[in-house]
């Protein structure tokens, strides 16, 4: 009865302990998610559930893997793995023209949408964790397909309603790298406890916990702010808009095309560097005698190490993503990829362990930081009624682009070369970034002389008026003309002469500068509703409701 009492009580102080510790990690959780005015504009409660979306993945990542790859030889999985890549690729060709568009037609409920993504994979992971135990193969794909669409489609909705609860002090971003890094840290987590859990469990229970999950982020999606609902501004009757990379602008266009040439590398990596280790045809696992062989690096080990460089790799790049603010996205997106190219050269030449590890970090570095400054360009440049169709049309192409990926390193890694597979992915992606910095510089000499024929139609006018001018106006219309062939100044009159002047530092000022300090009616500083002398009071926009957040003008 004593040791009966005394396992209780220590069974109930741990648990108190176990209590405090978590109410303290999620203070702290809140106090990080709801910084910079995030808790006020709903950012934060957003950061939450998209830490639960990842959490929720990651169960149902790890409960797949450890009923279909796991335990199978290295020939079938190959075939395994190019059936999954050729499904998961199959439904993105055929719905990206019409997941986007869908979302976009629901701009006035995307907490619904949001939520009904999560409610249908709740579904789905019960009926797979029903079809785990008869080992039904079909079933389980068809549910990881649904899953995987779904999941892509709570993103689309996810980055589209960022500009919504986006903070003054807040830049894009920012704003997505602070997503991105707590869905990374909840992934991470979720993880080994995942893989534990079923380890203890079986994967048929871990899907039921992810059903779990995900039924709740369906509550809490649907308890988001409601000025995330956009209303539909669009007029009735009105066709709707589809968007393909043909017409979403050459900044997005160039952004996307740097992601597809680093998601293409990224999935290669992935799959070309797993069945090299496991075939053992790299150097540190490839010698001839035994005992020749490191002991610490066999193959789990060598897995494990590559994936902890892949997810510090990544969470590298949200925090490089978040401290680089909103300065330079396409300067951001090009630096990745031409970091990419640089480092697959150096590893093609001195392929090992170490720059095994570097590649693999550089690729999730690249991968994760170049994602988000596109969802930045694409929040920047698209409007709102188009946005969740942009989005839908650039996952898809980067999800697809991942798969070629992937299907094209199984297939080298049948060679057992290294250097062959490295040499092809580094000539591939030399090209992909001379071919982009080529076109971006031709698009922006062309931007330079459509700006300088412009200006020069300006400046046409000023100098005709120059010409004709009255003698006693002469010193002002010669002044503007100045002005505007150094191309600082609009069509305008005097003032716009004196606007230029000044801009541009010239000491010819104005033979009437004393007029300007001289006080002027509008120089008083009077109450904006109280009227001026017998003058209609101005007209008043309407007043800013206390209760509505203060979100960026820009969103």
């Excluded at 939520?115 to 579904?123: D, H, I, K, M, P």
């Excluded at 899953?147 to 993103?155: D, G, R, T």
């Excluded at 990926?405 to 290294?418: D, I, P």
């Amino acid at each position: 009865m004593r040791a009966t009492r005394a396992t209780a009580s220590g069974t109930a102080r741990a648990g108190k302990a176990t209590a405090r510790g978590a109410r303290k990690v999620g203070k702290a959780t809140r106090r990080l998610t709801y910084a910079g005015g995030a808790g006020r504009t709903g950012l934060g409660r957003l950061i939450e559930l998209s830490a639960g979306n990842s959490a929720c993945d990651a169960l149902v990542t790890v409960a797949l893997a450890s009923t279909v790859f796991f335990g199978v030889p290295v020939g079938e999985a190959r075939g395994s793995v190019a059936l999954y890549l050729v499904i998961t690729m199959l439904p993105f060709a055929l719905l990206a023209p019409f997941v986007g568009p869908i979302l976009d037609r629901f701009r006035s409920g995307r907490r619904y949408v949001m939520a009904g993504t999560l409610f249908g994979r709740g579904l789905l992971c019960f009926a797979m964790a029903a079809a785990v135990g008869p080992g039904d193969l079909p079933t389980l794909f068809i549910g990881a397909l649904g899953v995987l669409v779904l999941s892509k489609a709570y993103n689309v909705s996810r980055a589209a309603i960022m500009p919504s609860v986006l903070p003054a002090d807040i830049t894009l971003v920012s704003a997505n790298a602070r997503v991105a890094l707590f869905t990374l840290v909840s992934a991470g987590v979720a993880v080994p406890v995942g893989a534990g859990l079923t380890a203890w469990l079986g994967s048929a229970m871990i899907l039921r916990v992810a059903m779990v999950g995900f039924l709740l982020l369906g509550v809490v999606a649907v308890r988001l702010p409601r000025h995330i609902d956009s209303p539909d501004t669009e007029e009735e009757g009105a066709a709707p808009r589809w968007r393909t990379l043909l017409k979403v602008g050459p900044a997005v266009a160039e952004a996307v095309w740097a992601n597809v040439a680093i998601r293409v590398f990224s999935g290669f990596l992935l799959f070309f560097l797993l069945f090299l280790v496991q075939d053992e045809a790299v150097p540190w696992l490839a010698a001839a005698e035994p005992w020749a062989r490191d002991p610490f690096f066999d193959i789990p080990k060598t897995i494990a190490l590559l994936a902890g460089a892949a997810g510090l790799g990544g969470l590298a790049g949200a925090a490089v993503a978040n401290w680089t603010r909103n300065h330079a996205p396409q300067l951001i997106v090009l630096a990745t990829l031409a970091m990419t190219v640089v480092t697959a050269i150096v590893t093609a030449v001195f392929f090992g362990l170490w720059t095994a590890l570097a590649i693999s970090l550089v690729a999730a570095f690249s991968q994760e930081l170049g994602k988000l400054a596109l969802d930045a360009i694409v929040q920047r440049e698209i409007g709102e009624e188009v946005r969740s169709s942009t989005f839908g049309v650039v996952e898809a192409v980067l999800q697809l682009a991942w798969v070629f990926g992937g299907l094209v390193g199984l297939v080298l890694s049948l060679t057992e070369s290294s250097l062959a597979g490295l040499v092809t992915l580094s000539v591939a992606l030399t090209a992909a970034l001379g071919w982009l910095l080529i076109s971006r510089r031709k698009r922006v000499r062309a931007t330079k002389a459509e700006l300088r024929r412009r200006r020069a139609e300006a400046a046409g006018p000023a100098d005709a008026a120059t010409a004709h001018a009255e003698p006693g106006t002469r010193g002002e219309t010669a002044a503007y003309g100045s002005a505007s062939a150094n191309g600082s100044a609009p069509a305008g009159g005097p003032a716009a002469a004196y606007d230029s002047a000044t801009v541009n530092g010239s000491a010819a000022a104005h033979d009437s500068a004393s007029a300007y300090d001289e006080p002027t009616p509008y120089d008083e500083t009077l109450p904006y509703d109280e009227p001026r002398g017998g003058e209609e009071p101005p007209p008043r926009k309407e007043k800013l409701d206390s209760t509505k957040p203060l979100t960026n003008p820009n969103g």
